[in-house]
């Protein structure tokens, strides 16, 4: 079963940092791009971070100079280092990523979410 599971959220305070890990698992060949992103109750999934296979980077203003995407393709895992949190920061992290499967097929899969809570 292919998947990608998330770990590294919690509960942290205000100029704190954490760590996101999106690992895929399964029958796949390769992560193609992938993007972290977040959602608050009540408004749409914003896109916080994404990276290329081959390492180029884009990010949301609001988090531009305190996260950085990377990617370890031997290991098909994905990271979110957050640094400098705020209060508007919380959210539930989603990892989503076009995976290449062995059947040849590039689909998009999401991770389970995993609550990030910055206190003031």
């Known amino acids: 079963q292919v998947q990608l599971v998330e770990s590294g959220g919690g509960l942290v305070q205000a100029g704190g940092s954490l760590r996101l890990s999106c690992a895929a698992s399964?029958?796949?060949?390769?992560?193609?791009?992938m993007g972290w992103y977040r959602q608050v109750p009540g408004k749409q999934r914003e896109l916080v971070a994404a990276?290329?296979?081959?390492?180029?980077?884009d990010y949301a203003d609001s988090v531009k100079g305190r996260f950085t995407i990377s990617r370890d393709n031997a290991k098909n895992t994905g990271y979110l280092q957050m640094n400098s949190l705020k209060p508007e920061d919380t959210a539930v992290y989603y990892c989503?990523?076009?995976?290449?499967?062995?059947?040849?097929?590039?689909?998009?899969?999401w991770g389970q979410g995993t609550q990030v809570t910055v206190s003031s």
């Open positions: 990276i290329t296979r081959g390492g180029s980077t």
């Open positions: 399964g029958s796949i060949v390769s992560i193609k791009a």
């Open positions: 989503g990523a076009d995976l290449q499967l062995e059947d040849g097929s590039v689909r998009r899969y």
